[in-house]
């Protein structure tokens, strides 16, 4: 099964940017659609944003429409999300996964471990 490992968390101000990495162990990475989720503490884990396996095709929580990107590289075994324009409620841990292309948390075989996100006012 395929291993994922997030990066690129941290403490950021409102307005900010942050770009989070997801490293996958495996060449097949290509055959996955590959998802990021979050977590607030307290909160369901909720879906944040998905790719399919070439990228062609990608689709975004309407919370995050606009400022958050997904995006591949599977020539790295890499997914990415771009986030800017940062919002306190962006604080979550961020999970990447990979699965089958959706919004269903039921969809995604393999997560990785997660990363912190904090957005301060």
């Known amino acids: 099964q395929v291993q994922l490992v997030e990066s690129g968390g941290g403490f950021v101000q409102a307005g900010d940017s942050l770009r989070l990495s997801c490293a996958a162990s495996?060449?097949?990475?290509?055959?996955?659609?590959m998802g990021w989720f979050r977590q607030a503490p307290g909160k369901e884990r909720e879906f944040v944003a998905a790719i399919t396996w070439s990228g062609a095709r990608t689709y975004y929580a309407d919370s995050v429409k606009g400022r958050f990107t997904i995006s591949r590289d599977n020539a790295k075994n890499t997914v990415y999300l771009q986030m800017n324009s940062l919002k306190p409620e962006d604080t979550a841990v961020y999970y990447c996964?990979?699965?089958?292309?959706?919004?269903?948390?039921?969809?995604?075989?393999?997560w990785g471990q997660g990363t912190q996100v904090t957005v301060s006012s």
């Open positions: 996964a990979a699965g089958r292309y959706g919004m269903d948390r039921g969809a995604y075989s393999a």
């Open positions: 495996e060449r097949t990475f290509s055959n996955y659609a």
